[in-house]
């Protein structure tokens, strides 16, 4: 077959590439002997793709950080940091490691030997984009979090860095239990698409990947809502108003669950019954999108916490709804006027008569 692609093999790639695969075995024989000449297309706009999700993300979550009014220098680049790299991770080396895998398979069976490293490397960049999907929006989520929480800029920032330091080590570790089992040889590839499968220990880790966080966002909750009820309660015997961090504190944690927890549990119910293969990729689009619309959800029914970068936004729409009033004022102001010449008119006939 020749290097040019025909708009149906187009459509066969593409419906393979999120996890399609039921009839694979007649796709496979289109999807054959592709030459490399499509790579660096296809690689282009899975990175615009990313990019264009990365600005809103840095956008929203910036302005999320900004609501403290803490984060200055470090914070606010160590999380823009973050932030971009979520969208670069969760979408650009995924659809990445399907392309090459799906370019590089010979019969329907075995990879070519001279690519078989190549897309052992693509398949570990796939693992490692699946760990950092939940770690790096996690980090995100408790920064802002911890911003929130403590009072002091010098306490944010070191817990915050201890925090990332130690979600950090979770990515290396598990990266590294991904990139040895490949070594190993714990991955198996089926032989109708060369889908990776894996054994019960990978399985294993992979479900502890999943449950710590979900344990330590549950404990995280308990230990918060503790801590504010008892506060309330103090406040309340002292007929005072709660800290206004509290308040804050209460929508930080409610962006945390909302953004994560729910689809965690839902991962975890992935690992425990066996999802179709397209349900698998409709569960991590599904989450992808959901963690990318939450903050932005936020920011908008949130102005007063949205920080200086929809500053000119909110003056604009402040500015609209002035206008707008000034509108509504001059049209009642204008209709009164009627109602009180139509008035005297009135009372001018009747003293005439």
Known sequence: MDGNMTRKQVVVVLTN?????????????????????????????????????????ILAIVCLMSSA???EGFSVLLVTVFASLVPICCVCLPIYAEIFRHLYIQDGEFFRPEMQSAVTSAAVLYMVSWNLEFNFFAVIAFHSLIA?????????????????????????????????????GLYKVDSCCGVYEMDHMLMLLRFSSITLPLIFYTVLWIKIRGEQRLSRNQHSNNKSTPPEWQERATDHIRVIFLAIVPFQVLLLAEN????????????????????????HLYIWKNPEHSGRLLAGLRKLHVLCCCV??????????SVKKEDISLVEKNDSITIDR
């Open 17 to 57: 590439m999120w996890g399609d695969v039921q009839n694979c075995s007649s796709s496979m024989e289109e999807v054959c002997g592709y030459t490399p000449s499509l790579l660096p297309g296809a690689v282009a706009a899975c990175y615009s793709v990313a990019i264009v999700g990365g600005i809103g993300n």
């Open 69 to 71: 009014r803490r984060y």
């Open 148 to 184: 929130v929480l403590l009072p002091h800029q010098w306490k944010a920032l070191l817990t915050g860095a201890v925090t990332a330091a130690i979600i950090t080590i979770n990515l290396i570790l598990t990266s590294f239990i991904w990139i040895l089992s490949t070594i190993l």
């Open 272 to 295: 425990l019954v066996k999802i179709p293969k397209t349900g698998s990729a409709a569960i991590h689009l599904i989450y992808f999108l959901h963690v990318c619309v939450t903050p």
């Open 324 to 333: 707008r009033s000034e509108k509504r004022e001059n049209l009642n102001n």
